[in-house]
């Protein structure tokens, strides 16, 4: 009998799977970073709503840092990741651990799944 489900990957498609979501936190960390130094280079003009843009901007610039922040710490996550997996091994991996490796989507808090 067999209790659950777990899905078996090669350390190959590990490696190949890490490789890929380490490069797309690099390129939205980059994405990240041009974005704010683009921000941070705006002077507000003398114009009467310029408190408004303040408050924008600093919300903004708050916003992407948390992003960078977060794509920064993913991409180191799953490097060190990448470079533990053991060569010529099958993992075996539970839903858990495919929400963690970022082959299932993270569930959002309050998130209703239903049964079809």
Same mark, same amino acid.
Do not use: I
């Given at each position: 009998m067999i209790e659950g489900f777990r899905v078996d990957v090669t350390a190959e498609e590990l490696v190949t799977h890490l490789d890929a979501r380490v490069q797309h936190h690099r390129? *939205?960390?980059?994405?990240?970073? &041009?974005? +704010? *130094?683009?921000?941070?280079? +705006?002077?507000?003009?003398?114009? &009467?709503?310029?408190?408004?843009?303040?408050?924008?901007? &600093?919300? *903004?610039?708050?916003g992407l840092e948390r992003m960078l922040t977060r794509h920064r710490g993913r991409e180191l996550f799953l490097m060190f990741a990448r470079n533990h997996v053991v060569g010529n091994e099958i993992y075996r991996l539970s839903d858990d651990d495919l929400r963690l490796l970022e082959w299932l989507p993270i569930e959002e808090p309050g998130m209703v799944v239903g049964r079809f």
């Open positions: 390129d *939205r960390t980059q994405e990240c970073e &041009s974005k +704010l *130094r683009q921000l941070q280079a +705006l002077e507000p003009g003398p114009h &009467s709503e310029e408190e408004v843009f303040d408050m924008c901007a &600093s919300t *903004r610039l708050h």
